[in-house]
């Protein structure tokens, strides 16, 4: 994912490490951290592959800065992460949602709108119970015994409901 969501903005625009940094954390949301150590490996990585390239230019106090953009390879990458994002991209919800954040950059609406539908087809199957009895019997929320617990199929009910409506919104399936 770090991948996707460093070409993602690149994509927009080039960016200093620490700005791109700054926008992969808010986008990850509160709480998350990102270190030197994940990023510029990444960086790196991308870089050597042809996905990116840093160039040098002068920052404050006399000190280099490196600015980081986006190639033609790098956004034919990112193209196909957003064709084809993998199963965990498209089952989990947080992983998901950095899809999202990109589909806009997918030049084919045929090609947004398939990752859409595969998403959709994910949330209208059934899904696992998230607590099981001791005999291996889903447990119904409503015989859950702890209110927490009742509360988080809850609220991952109603989201699942709400995301399956936008889906279906953004599909004119309705």
Same mark, same amino acid.
């Given at each position: ?21 700054? &926008? ?7 709480? #998350? @951290? *990102?270190?030197?150590? %994940?990023?510029?490996? +990444?960086?790196? =990585? ?48 947080? &992983? ?7 589909? #806009? @950059? *997918?030049?084919?609406? %045929?090609?947004?709108? +398939?990752?859409? =539908? ?57």
């Amino acid at each position: 994912m770090l991948t996707l969501k460093i070409l993602g903005f690149l994509d927009d625009g080039p960016l200093h490490g620490y700005e791109l940094r700054r &926008r992969i954390v808010e986008l990850d949301g509160p709480g #998350s @951290h *990102l270190s030197d150590g %994940a990023l510029y490996p +990444a960086l790196a =990585r991308l870089e050597k592959a042809g996905y990116l390239v840093r160039t040098e230019e002068p920052g404050g106090r006399g000190r280099m800065r490196r600015r980081v953009e986006i190639t033609t390879a790098g956004r034919e990458r990112l193209h196909a992460l957003l064709r084809h994002p993998d199963e965990a991209a498209m089952t989990s919800m947080p &992983r998901f949602l950095t899809v999202l954040a990109f589909l #806009s @950059h *997918l030049p084919s609406a %045929a090609e947004r709108q +398939a990752v859409l =539908r595969r998403r959709l087809a994910i949330l209208q199957a059934p899904s696992p119970a998230f607590f099981y009895d001791t005999d291996g019997t889903p447990r119904r929320a409503a015989r859950e015994p702890d209110p927490y617990r009742r509360g988080m199929v809850r609220v991952a009910g109603a989201a699942r409901r709400a995301e399956i409506d936008w889906l279906r919104g953004m599909l004119d399936e309705r």
